[in-house]
């Protein structure tokens, strides 16, 4: 069994920073990509940030200067580092991790930005 928790939502501010982050556990043989996914209401769930195997990384435009995706494969934990947050990022926000060669989701966390 693997277990994908996320952590570190909260309601924040516009201009503000959230830190989320991600631990997987469980019986862990290989790592693969972990991602970071969001839904807003009414929309698809979508791509906001990804690190490869290799460390490849990659983001969502709407994104791209402001978040810092980054894992920790000794502590099996990945982070993402939210500044200058805006409105349009209130979401539930989700880990996916690739791991044993299964994709597994966790339950998600709400990032909310509001005055």
């Known amino acids: 069994q693997v277990q994908v928790v996320e952590s570190g939502g909260g309601l924040v501010q516009p201009g503000g920073s959230l830190r989320l982050s991600c631990v997987v556990s469980?019986?862990?043989?290989?790592?693969?990509?972990l991602g970071w996914y969001r839904q807003a209401p009414g929309k698809q769930r979508e791509l906001v940030a990804m690190?490869?195997?290799?460390?490849?990384?990659e983001y969502a435009e709407s994104v791209e200067g402001r978040f810092t995706i980054s894992r920790d494969n000794a502590e099996n934990t990945m982070y993402l580092q939210m500044n200058a947050l805006i409105p349009e990022d209130t979401a539930v926000y989700y880990c996916?991790?690739?791991?044993?060669?299964?994709?597994?989701w966790g339950q998600g966390t709400q990032v909310t930005v509001s005055s």
């Open positions: 469980g019986r862990i043989f290989t790592h693969g990509h």
């Open positions: 690190v490869t195997r290799d460390d490849t990384i």
């Open positions: 996916n991790a690739e791991i044993n060669g299964y994709l597994h």
